[in-house]
């Protein structure tokens, strides 16, 4: 099933448009006004990717073939036709499809009593307890926390969050810092 405008799209894209050859980076960066929903989005070569589907603050969805993904401002160059990504058609398709491929691989391993580990896989940080609409509860040695389905990846050891030990521990304790009674 798709996920669109999906932060691991966004992060995969960003990613592979830094891949793109040095014509891609000395063009034009696309006018702001042209950044609008409805607006046709193309590829580096004049290629139709898809349309922008919303805008807000520095952030463009853009709707591609159904799917979505978000990708900032400056993500975009000036062509002919109107914006563009600085990227072929093929690749940004190819990173939506994988991104896709990814989210459905976390989906399949987020499941009450998963493990997750840190970042590195060294640490084992909680298991599922409960899978909520904004992402899954876990149970940590701090109590229990809910985290965004955006923060999960696949390691080669299992189920993990972006983040080391100490970086989890130390967003567990804030967390729980903010939410207890001044």
Avoid: H, W
Avoid at 35 to 52: P, S, T
Avoid at 105 to 133: H, I
Avoid at 154 to 182: D, H, I, M, Y
């Amino acid at each position: 099933m798709p996920k669109p405008y999906g932060p691991i799209a966004a992060l995969c894209l960003a990613s592979a448009i830094t891949l793109s050859g040095p014509g891609a980076q000395a063009q034009e960066a696309a006018p702001a006004a042209s950044l609008v929903a409805g607006a046709k989005v193309y590829d580096e070569n004049g290629e139709l990717v898809g349309q922008i589907a919303k805008v807000s603050g520095n952030r463009v969805a853009v709707s591609i073939d159904g799917n979505g993904l978000v990708v900032a401002k400056n993500a975009f160059v000036k062509s002919a036709k109107g914006p563009a990504l600085k990227a072929q058609k093929a690749k940004i398709v190819a990173v939506l499809r994988q991104a896709e491929a990814d989210a459905a691989a976390v989906d399949g391993a987020l499941k009450p009593g998963a493990e997750v580990r840190s970042a590195d896989g060294t640490a084992v940080l909680g298991n599922v307890a409960a899978l909520a609409p904004q992402g899954a509860v876990l149970t940590t040695s701090e109590g229990n926390i809910t985290m965004p389905r955006a923060a999960f990846f696949l390691s080669e050891k299992g189920l993990a969050v972006k983040a080391n030990e100490k970086q989890f521990l130390e967003g567990v304790r804030a967390a729980r810092a903010q939410k207890a009674p001044g």
